[in-house]
Protein backbone atom coordinates (compact mmCIF):
# COMPACT_ATOMS: atom_id res chain seq x y z
CA UNK A 1 0.00 0.00 0.00
CA UNK A 2 1.76 3.15 -0.79
CA UNK A 3 0.00 7.10 -0.17
CA UNK A 4 0.04 10.08 -2.27
CA UNK A 5 3.61 12.24 -2.37
CA UNK A 6 4.16 15.38 -4.20
CA UNK A 7 7.80 15.85 -5.64
CA UNK A 8 9.08 19.01 -7.01
CA UNK A 9 12.67 18.40 -8.63
CA UNK A 10 14.27 21.58 -9.75
CA UNK A 11 16.78 19.22 -12.76
CA UNK A 12 16.31 16.53 -15.05
CA UNK A 13 18.66 14.60 -12.91
CA UNK A 14 16.65 15.00 -9.91
CA UNK A 15 13.20 14.05 -11.48
CA UNK A 16 14.69 10.73 -13.29
CA UNK A 17 16.28 9.70 -9.35
CA UNK A 18 13.50 10.72 -8.15
CA UNK A 19 11.42 8.50 -10.60
CA UNK A 20 14.23 6.02 -10.26
CA UNK A 21 13.53 6.18 -6.39
CA UNK A 22 10.03 5.53 -6.74
CA UNK A 23 10.21 2.44 -8.77
CA UNK A 24 12.74 0.95 -6.42
CA UNK A 25 10.28 1.44 -3.81
CA UNK A 26 7.44 -0.14 -5.86
CA UNK A 27 5.63 3.21 -5.55
CA UNK A 28 3.54 4.43 -8.40
CA UNK A 29 5.07 7.72 -9.99
CA UNK A 30 3.07 10.23 -12.40
CA UNK A 31 4.62 13.53 -14.21
CA UNK A 32 2.24 16.23 -13.47
CA UNK A 33 2.44 19.18 -15.66
CA UNK A 34 -0.64 21.19 -16.28
CA UNK A 35 -3.15 18.72 -14.22
CA UNK A 36 -5.86 19.47 -16.16
CA UNK A 37 -6.15 15.91 -17.27
CA UNK A 38 -4.89 14.38 -14.15
CA UNK A 39 -6.66 15.68 -11.66
CA UNK A 40 -9.93 14.80 -13.00
CA UNK A 41 -8.89 11.57 -13.91
CA UNK A 42 -7.85 10.93 -10.31
CA UNK A 43 -11.27 11.74 -9.11
CA UNK A 44 -12.76 9.33 -11.36
CA UNK A 45 -11.35 6.71 -13.37
CA UNK A 46 -7.94 6.13 -11.84
CA UNK A 47 -7.94 6.56 -8.49
CA UNK A 48 -5.39 5.41 -5.78
CA UNK A 49 -1.74 6.56 -4.54
CA UNK A 50 0.82 7.60 -6.52
CA UNK A 51 3.93 10.19 -6.26
CA UNK A 52 3.40 13.21 -8.07
CA UNK A 53 6.14 14.67 -9.27
CA UNK A 54 5.85 18.31 -10.77
CA UNK A 55 7.59 18.87 -14.37
CA UNK A 56 7.06 22.31 -13.99
CA UNK A 57 9.79 23.17 -12.28
CA UNK A 58 12.61 21.06 -13.51
CA UNK A 59 14.31 24.00 -15.60
CA UNK A 60 14.45 22.18 -18.60
CA UNK A 61 10.91 21.58 -18.65
CA UNK A 62 10.16 25.08 -18.15
CA UNK A 63 11.91 26.32 -20.89
CA UNK A 64 10.83 28.41 -24.29
CA UNK A 65 13.13 29.22 -26.76
CA UNK A 66 12.41 30.06 -30.20
CA UNK A 67 15.85 29.80 -32.54
CA UNK A 68 17.09 30.54 -35.44
CA UNK A 69 16.45 26.95 -36.72
CA UNK A 70 14.48 24.83 -33.62
CA UNK A 71 11.30 25.75 -31.69
CA UNK A 72 11.94 24.41 -28.53
CA UNK A 73 8.80 24.10 -26.22
CA UNK A 74 9.39 22.47 -22.29
CA UNK A 75 6.06 20.03 -20.96
CA UNK A 76 5.58 22.39 -18.55
CA UNK A 77 5.02 25.64 -20.42
CA UNK A 78 0.84 26.19 -19.89
CA UNK A 79 -0.68 27.39 -23.22
CA UNK A 80 -1.86 30.85 -22.40
CA UNK A 81 1.46 31.58 -22.30
CA UNK A 82 2.02 29.73 -25.83
CA UNK A 83 -1.25 31.76 -27.42
CA UNK A 84 0.53 35.07 -25.84
CA UNK A 85 3.42 34.80 -27.71
CA UNK A 86 2.75 36.73 -31.27
CA UNK A 87 6.64 35.18 -32.63
CA UNK A 88 5.18 31.55 -32.29
CA UNK A 89 2.18 32.52 -33.22
CA UNK A 90 3.42 33.63 -36.35
CA UNK A 91 6.03 30.72 -37.00
CA UNK A 92 3.30 27.45 -35.63
CA UNK A 93 -0.09 29.21 -36.08
CA UNK A 94 -1.19 25.73 -36.32
CA UNK A 95 0.14 24.13 -33.59
CA UNK A 96 -0.74 27.36 -31.83
CA UNK A 97 -4.37 27.13 -32.86
CA UNK A 98 -4.89 23.50 -31.65
CA UNK A 99 -2.99 24.45 -28.45
CA UNK A 100 -5.39 27.64 -28.31
CA UNK A 101 -8.63 25.21 -29.11
CA UNK A 102 -8.26 23.48 -25.65
CA UNK A 103 -10.78 24.45 -22.83
CA UNK A 104 -11.50 27.80 -21.08
CA UNK A 105 -9.01 30.52 -20.01
CA UNK A 106 -8.55 28.80 -16.65
CA UNK A 107 -7.62 25.35 -18.49
CA UNK A 108 -5.31 27.53 -20.68
CA UNK A 109 -3.41 28.67 -17.60
CA UNK A 110 -2.33 25.42 -16.72
CA UNK A 111 -2.72 22.77 -19.76
CA UNK A 112 0.16 22.08 -21.54
CA UNK A 113 0.65 21.00 -25.34
CA UNK A 114 3.53 17.94 -23.36
CA UNK A 115 0.27 17.12 -21.19
CA UNK A 116 -2.24 16.84 -24.22
CA UNK A 117 0.53 14.32 -25.91
CA UNK A 118 1.21 12.21 -23.05
CA UNK A 119 -2.11 12.03 -21.95
CA UNK A 120 -1.83 10.21 -25.28
CA UNK A 121 -6.12 9.92 -26.09
CA UNK A 122 -7.21 9.52 -29.59
CA UNK A 123 -8.67 12.97 -29.76
CA UNK A 124 -5.76 14.94 -28.37
CA UNK A 125 -6.06 18.34 -30.54
CA UNK A 126 -2.12 19.09 -30.53
CA UNK A 127 -1.16 15.77 -31.61
CA UNK A 128 -2.10 16.17 -35.38
CA UNK A 129 -1.05 19.58 -35.01
CA UNK A 130 2.61 18.41 -33.80
CA UNK A 131 3.17 15.45 -35.86
CA UNK A 132 2.41 18.02 -39.05
CA UNK A 133 4.90 20.29 -38.27
CA UNK A 134 7.29 17.53 -37.35
CA UNK A 135 7.73 17.71 -33.60
CA UNK A 136 9.92 15.43 -31.69
CA UNK A 137 9.71 14.45 -28.32
CA UNK A 138 13.09 15.41 -25.84
CA UNK A 139 12.44 12.25 -23.54
CA UNK A 140 14.78 12.21 -20.01
CA UNK A 141 15.43 8.61 -19.63
CA UNK A 142 17.89 6.89 -17.38
CA UNK A 143 20.36 6.44 -20.30
CA UNK A 144 20.63 9.82 -21.50
CA UNK A 145 18.14 11.91 -23.25
CA UNK A 146 16.59 10.24 -26.29
CA UNK A 147 14.24 11.38 -28.86
CA UNK A 148 10.83 10.43 -30.40
CA UNK A 149 9.10 11.77 -33.69
CA UNK A 150 5.55 12.93 -31.97
CA UNK A 151 4.01 10.39 -34.47
CA UNK A 152 5.97 7.06 -32.62
CA UNK A 153 5.09 8.46 -29.36
CA UNK A 154 1.30 7.16 -28.59
CA UNK A 155 1.40 3.59 -28.85
CA UNK A 156 -2.81 3.62 -28.12
CA UNK A 157 -5.40 4.97 -26.12
CA UNK A 158 -4.04 6.67 -23.41
CA UNK A 159 -0.67 4.53 -23.96
CA UNK A 160 2.85 5.40 -25.18
CA UNK A 161 6.37 5.08 -25.14
CA UNK A 162 7.84 6.51 -22.22
CA UNK A 163 9.14 3.92 -19.28
CA UNK A 164 8.11 4.65 -15.70
CA UNK A 165 11.60 5.74 -15.26
CA UNK A 166 11.24 8.23 -18.10
CA UNK A 167 9.47 11.81 -19.04
CA UNK A 168 8.83 14.11 -21.21
CA UNK A 169 11.00 17.06 -20.82
CA UNK A 170 9.97 19.05 -23.82
CA UNK A 171 9.35 19.46 -27.81
CA UNK A 172 11.62 20.31 -30.23
CA UNK A 173 10.12 21.57 -33.71
CA UNK A 174 12.29 22.18 -36.41
CA UNK A 175 11.66 26.58 -37.28
CA UNK A 176 9.95 26.55 -40.37
CA UNK A 177 11.89 28.29 -43.46
CA UNK A 178 10.95 30.21 -46.33
CA UNK A 179 7.55 30.33 -47.41
CA UNK A 180 6.23 27.34 -44.59
CA UNK A 181 3.39 27.13 -42.93
CA UNK A 182 0.89 25.08 -40.56
CA UNK A 183 -2.78 25.14 -40.22
CA UNK A 184 -5.15 22.70 -37.85
CA UNK A 185 -9.14 22.23 -37.54
CA UNK A 186 -11.17 20.06 -35.87
CA UNK A 187 -14.76 19.24 -36.00
CA UNK A 188 -17.48 19.62 -32.88
CA UNK A 189 -20.70 19.82 -32.84
CA UNK A 190 -20.06 23.18 -30.58
CA UNK A 191 -18.29 26.22 -31.28
CA UNK A 192 -15.71 25.70 -27.88
CA UNK A 193 -14.51 23.63 -25.33
CA UNK A 194 -15.43 19.87 -26.60
CA UNK A 195 -13.84 16.86 -27.67
CA UNK A 196 -13.10 16.64 -31.48
CA UNK A 197 -15.12 14.75 -33.65
CA UNK A 198 -12.23 14.27 -36.01
CA UNK A 199 -9.02 17.37 -36.49
CA UNK A 200 -6.55 17.18 -39.20
CA UNK A 201 -3.25 19.43 -39.33
CA UNK A 202 -1.21 20.31 -42.57
CA UNK A 203 2.20 21.87 -42.39
CA UNK A 204 3.91 22.71 -45.93
CA UNK A 205 6.21 24.32 -47.74
CA UNK A 206 5.56 26.28 -50.83
CA UNK A 207 8.53 27.27 -53.70
CA UNK A 208 8.92 30.82 -55.42
CA UNK A 209 6.27 30.00 -58.10
CA UNK A 210 3.70 28.76 -55.07
CA UNK A 211 4.05 25.03 -56.24
CA UNK A 212 4.19 23.37 -52.87
CA UNK A 213 8.09 21.63 -52.20
CA UNK A 214 7.06 19.67 -49.12
CA UNK A 215 4.09 18.64 -46.89
CA UNK A 216 3.13 16.39 -43.81
CA UNK A 217 -0.73 15.68 -43.01
CA UNK A 218 -2.01 13.88 -39.79
CA UNK A 219 -5.48 13.39 -38.91
CA UNK A 220 -6.59 12.43 -35.41
CA UNK A 221 -9.52 11.09 -33.56
CA UNK A 222 -9.89 8.53 -36.48
CA UNK A 223 -8.12 5.87 -34.87
CA UNK A 224 -6.88 4.97 -31.58
CA UNK A 225 -3.70 6.91 -32.59
CA UNK A 226 -3.26 10.27 -34.87
CA UNK A 227 -2.20 8.68 -38.01
CA UNK A 228 0.58 10.14 -40.23
CA UNK A 229 -1.18 10.15 -44.22
CA UNK A 230 1.69 10.26 -45.94
CA UNK A 231 -0.86 9.84 -49.28
CA UNK A 232 -2.65 13.15 -48.81
CA UNK A 233 1.12 14.57 -48.43
CA UNK A 234 2.16 13.09 -51.79
CA UNK A 235 -1.13 14.59 -53.68
CA UNK A 236 0.06 17.97 -52.70
CA UNK A 237 3.66 17.85 -53.26
CA UNK A 238 4.51 19.22 -56.68
CA UNK A 239 1.19 21.46 -57.13
CA UNK A 240 0.34 24.63 -56.38
CA UNK A 241 -1.94 23.30 -53.74
CA UNK A 242 -5.37 23.98 -55.85
CA UNK A 243 -8.56 22.35 -55.80
CA UNK A 244 -7.98 19.14 -57.55
CA UNK A 245 -5.11 18.36 -55.13
CA UNK A 246 -6.88 19.22 -51.51
CA UNK A 247 -9.88 16.65 -52.84
CA UNK A 248 -6.70 14.09 -53.83
CA UNK A 249 -5.79 14.80 -50.31
CA UNK A 250 -8.87 14.85 -48.64
CA UNK A 251 -9.49 11.17 -50.30
CA UNK A 252 -6.37 10.06 -48.89
CA UNK A 253 -7.15 11.11 -45.21
CA UNK A 254 -10.50 9.37 -45.93
CA UNK A 255 -8.88 6.26 -46.88
CA UNK A 256 -6.79 6.02 -44.14
CA UNK A 257 -9.14 6.80 -41.66
CA UNK A 258 -9.78 3.95 -39.09
CA UNK A 259 -12.42 5.40 -37.08
CA UNK A 260 -15.66 4.14 -34.75
CA UNK A 261 -19.38 5.28 -34.26
CA UNK A 262 -19.71 6.82 -30.61
CA UNK A 263 -21.92 9.64 -29.58
CA UNK A 264 -19.78 12.12 -31.40
CA UNK A 265 -20.16 10.64 -34.90
CA UNK A 266 -20.35 7.69 -36.67
CA UNK A 267 -17.77 5.88 -38.90
CA UNK A 268 -18.76 7.20 -42.27
CA UNK A 269 -19.51 10.73 -40.78
CA UNK A 270 -16.13 10.98 -39.56
CA UNK A 271 -14.34 9.59 -42.88
CA UNK A 272 -16.01 11.96 -44.61
CA UNK A 273 -15.17 14.84 -42.65
CA UNK A 274 -11.74 14.35 -41.90
CA UNK A 275 -11.64 14.41 -45.24
CA UNK A 276 -13.06 18.23 -45.59
CA UNK A 277 -10.78 19.32 -42.70
CA UNK A 278 -7.66 17.97 -44.33
CA UNK A 279 -8.97 20.20 -47.76
CA UNK A 280 -9.10 23.35 -45.29
CA UNK A 281 -6.86 22.77 -43.40
CA UNK A 282 -4.32 22.61 -46.80
CA UNK A 283 -6.14 25.70 -47.76
CA UNK A 284 -5.04 27.66 -45.13
CA UNK A 285 -1.56 26.67 -44.72
CA UNK A 286 -1.11 27.32 -48.24
CA UNK A 287 -2.50 30.65 -47.81
CA UNK A 288 -0.54 31.24 -44.72
CA UNK A 289 2.49 30.32 -46.77
CA UNK A 290 1.71 32.11 -49.80
CA UNK A 291 1.35 35.36 -47.40
CA UNK A 292 4.73 35.09 -46.35
CA UNK B 1 -0.07 9.53 4.96
CA UNK B 2 1.87 12.54 5.40
CA UNK B 3 0.96 16.31 5.18
CA UNK B 4 2.93 18.33 3.26
CA UNK B 5 4.31 21.62 4.75
CA UNK B 6 3.43 25.00 1.95
CA UNK B 7 4.28 28.84 2.32
CA UNK B 8 2.85 30.96 -0.39
CA UNK B 9 1.11 34.38 -0.83
CA UNK B 10 -2.83 34.72 -0.88
CA UNK B 11 -4.08 37.88 -1.19
CA UNK B 12 -0.94 39.73 -0.56
CA UNK B 13 -0.87 37.92 2.85
CA UNK B 14 2.07 35.07 3.78
CA UNK B 15 0.10 32.04 4.38
CA UNK B 16 1.23 28.46 5.91
CA UNK B 17 -0.62 25.50 6.21
CA UNK B 18 -0.50 21.68 6.02
CA UNK B 19 -2.18 19.43 3.15
CA UNK B 20 -2.54 16.42 1.99
CA UNK B 21 -0.09 15.57 -1.12
CA UNK B 22 -3.81 15.16 -3.41
CA UNK B 23 -5.60 17.98 -1.64
CA UNK B 24 -7.08 20.35 -4.18
CA UNK B 25 -5.70 23.96 -3.75
CA UNK B 26 -10.23 24.06 -3.55
CA UNK B 27 -10.24 21.88 -0.52
CA UNK B 28 -7.23 23.66 0.99
CA UNK B 29 -8.83 26.94 0.59
CA UNK B 30 -12.11 26.32 1.83
CA UNK B 31 -12.01 23.46 4.52
CA UNK B 32 -7.91 24.07 5.86
CA UNK B 33 -7.84 28.13 5.44
CA UNK B 34 -11.37 28.91 5.57
CA UNK B 35 -11.21 30.95 2.41
CA UNK B 36 -15.38 29.83 1.51
CA UNK B 37 -15.78 32.59 -1.28
CA UNK B 38 -14.23 29.96 -3.69
CA UNK B 39 -16.66 27.88 -4.51
CA UNK B 40 -16.86 24.10 -5.95
CA UNK B 41 -19.02 23.78 -8.78
CA UNK B 42 -18.18 20.41 -10.75
CA UNK B 43 -14.53 19.33 -9.84
CA UNK B 44 -14.05 18.51 -13.47
CA UNK B 45 -12.85 22.06 -14.42
CA UNK B 46 -15.80 22.78 -16.53
CA UNK B 47 -17.62 25.11 -14.94
CA UNK B 48 -15.24 27.71 -12.95
CA UNK B 49 -16.97 28.51 -9.83
CA UNK B 50 -13.24 27.45 -8.39
CA UNK B 51 -11.66 30.50 -10.61
CA UNK B 52 -8.48 32.18 -8.81
CA UNK B 53 -5.37 33.92 -10.09
CA UNK B 54 -2.23 32.20 -9.39
CA UNK B 55 0.18 34.27 -10.18
CA UNK B 56 -2.08 36.55 -12.00
CA UNK B 57 -2.95 34.02 -14.54
CA UNK B 58 -6.82 32.33 -14.34
CA UNK B 59 -7.18 29.07 -13.10
CA UNK B 60 -8.95 26.34 -11.64
CA UNK B 61 -8.57 25.73 -8.38
CA UNK B 62 -10.33 22.50 -7.79
CA UNK B 63 -7.63 21.20 -10.94
CA UNK B 64 -4.33 22.51 -8.83
CA UNK B 65 -3.11 20.41 -5.90
CA UNK B 66 -2.98 22.76 -2.98
CA UNK B 67 0.66 21.99 -2.64
CA UNK B 68 1.87 23.50 -5.94
CA UNK B 69 0.75 26.45 -4.39
CA UNK B 70 3.98 26.55 -2.92
CA UNK B 71 5.71 30.23 -3.85
CA UNK B 72 3.76 31.45 -5.90
CA UNK B 73 0.78 34.27 -5.46
CA UNK B 74 -2.61 33.24 -4.96
CA UNK B 75 -6.08 35.75 -5.43
CA UNK B 76 -9.02 34.52 -4.32
CA UNK B 77 -12.66 36.26 -4.26
CA UNK B 78 -11.47 38.14 -0.74
CA UNK B 79 -8.87 39.72 -2.59
CA UNK B 80 -10.89 41.23 -4.98
CA UNK B 81 -12.78 44.27 -2.86
CA UNK B 82 -9.94 46.71 -1.66
CA UNK B 83 -9.61 47.98 1.99
CA UNK B 84 -12.03 51.00 0.89
CA UNK B 85 -14.99 49.15 -0.33
CA UNK B 86 -15.88 47.15 -3.18
CA UNK B 87 -13.88 47.08 -6.84
CA UNK B 88 -15.81 48.25 -9.59
CA UNK B 89 -16.28 44.94 -11.15
CA UNK B 90 -18.32 43.73 -7.68
CA UNK B 91 -20.33 47.31 -7.85
CA UNK B 92 -21.26 47.01 -11.57
CA UNK B 93 -22.47 43.40 -10.93
CA UNK B 94 -24.94 44.56 -8.61
CA UNK B 95 -26.14 47.39 -10.45
CA UNK B 96 -26.52 45.66 -13.81
CA UNK B 97 -27.98 42.57 -11.35
CA UNK B 98 -25.50 40.28 -12.87
CA UNK B 99 -26.38 37.66 -10.28
CA UNK B 100 -28.71 35.73 -8.90
CA UNK B 101 -28.39 32.72 -6.89
CA UNK B 102 -24.90 33.68 -6.24
CA UNK B 103 -22.87 30.19 -6.72
CA UNK B 104 -21.04 30.74 -9.59
CA UNK B 105 -20.35 34.63 -9.01
CA UNK B 106 -17.09 34.55 -6.66
CA UNK B 107 -16.02 32.64 -9.67
CA UNK B 108 -17.17 34.84 -12.01
CA UNK B 109 -15.58 37.97 -10.47
CA UNK B 110 -12.51 36.73 -10.33
CA UNK B 111 -12.32 35.52 -14.12
CA UNK B 112 -13.43 39.05 -14.57
CA UNK B 113 -11.03 40.85 -12.56
CA UNK B 114 -8.31 38.41 -14.28
CA UNK B 115 -9.87 39.60 -18.08
CA UNK B 116 -9.54 43.34 -17.29
CA UNK B 117 -6.08 42.67 -15.84
CA UNK B 118 -4.91 41.28 -18.95
CA UNK B 119 -6.88 43.37 -21.61
CA UNK B 120 -8.56 46.97 -20.11
CA UNK B 121 -10.56 47.78 -23.06
CA UNK B 122 -12.23 44.31 -24.21
CA UNK B 123 -15.16 43.72 -26.81
CA UNK B 124 -17.93 41.90 -25.95
CA UNK B 125 -16.74 39.15 -28.14
CA UNK B 126 -13.78 39.09 -25.75
CA UNK B 127 -15.66 39.85 -22.64
CA UNK B 128 -18.07 36.28 -23.63
CA UNK B 129 -15.17 34.29 -24.96
CA UNK B 130 -12.79 34.94 -21.86
CA UNK B 131 -15.71 34.21 -19.36
CA UNK B 132 -16.68 31.06 -21.34
CA UNK B 133 -15.23 29.17 -18.40
CA UNK B 134 -17.65 30.11 -15.84
CA UNK B 135 -20.80 28.50 -16.04
CA UNK B 136 -24.20 30.54 -14.65
CA UNK B 137 -27.73 28.85 -14.66
CA UNK B 138 -29.76 31.95 -13.31
CA UNK B 139 -28.60 35.00 -15.84
CA UNK B 140 -28.35 33.71 -19.00
CA UNK B 141 -25.24 35.87 -19.33
CA UNK B 142 -25.91 39.04 -20.78
CA UNK B 143 -26.00 40.91 -17.64
CA UNK B 144 -22.74 39.62 -16.63
CA UNK B 145 -21.03 40.47 -19.84
CA UNK B 146 -23.08 43.90 -19.45
CA UNK B 147 -21.76 44.49 -15.88
CA UNK B 148 -18.12 43.52 -16.78
CA UNK B 149 -17.91 46.13 -20.19
CA UNK B 150 -19.96 48.64 -17.97
CA UNK B 151 -16.69 48.21 -15.48
CA UNK B 152 -13.71 48.08 -18.32
CA UNK B 153 -15.49 51.21 -18.89
CA UNK B 154 -15.05 52.90 -15.62
CA UNK B 155 -11.64 51.49 -15.21
CA UNK B 156 -10.68 52.77 -18.72
CA UNK B 157 -12.28 56.68 -17.99
CA UNK B 158 -10.27 57.01 -15.01
CA UNK B 159 -7.09 55.81 -15.96
Known amino acids: ?292 | MSKQHVSTTINGDEVEFLCEPHQSLLDVLRDELGLTGTKEGCATGDCGACSVMIDGRLVCSCLMLGVEAQGVEVTTIEGIAGADGLHVIQEKYLEHAALQCGICTPGFLVASKALLDHNPNPSEHEVRHWLAGNLCRCTGYDKIVRAVLDAAEEVHQSA
Not at chain 1, 172 to 199: N, Q
Not at chain 1, 252 to 280: F, H, M, N, Q, W
Open chain 1, 1 to 292: MGAYAYRAPSSVEEALSTLAAEAAAGNRAQMLAGGTDVMVQMRSIDKGPRTFVDVKHVAEANALHIGDDEVFIGAGIASAVLNENDELKSILPGLIEAADLIGSTQIQGRATIGGNLCNSSPAGDTIPALIACGAVCEIASPGGNREVPTEDFVTGVGTNVLEPTEFLIGLKIPRPKGRSSDAYLRFIPRTEMDIAVCGAGVALTLDDSGVCTAAKVSIGAVAITALVVPDAAAALVGTTVDDDALAAAADASSALAKPITDKRGTVEYRRKVVGVLTKRAGAIARDRALAL
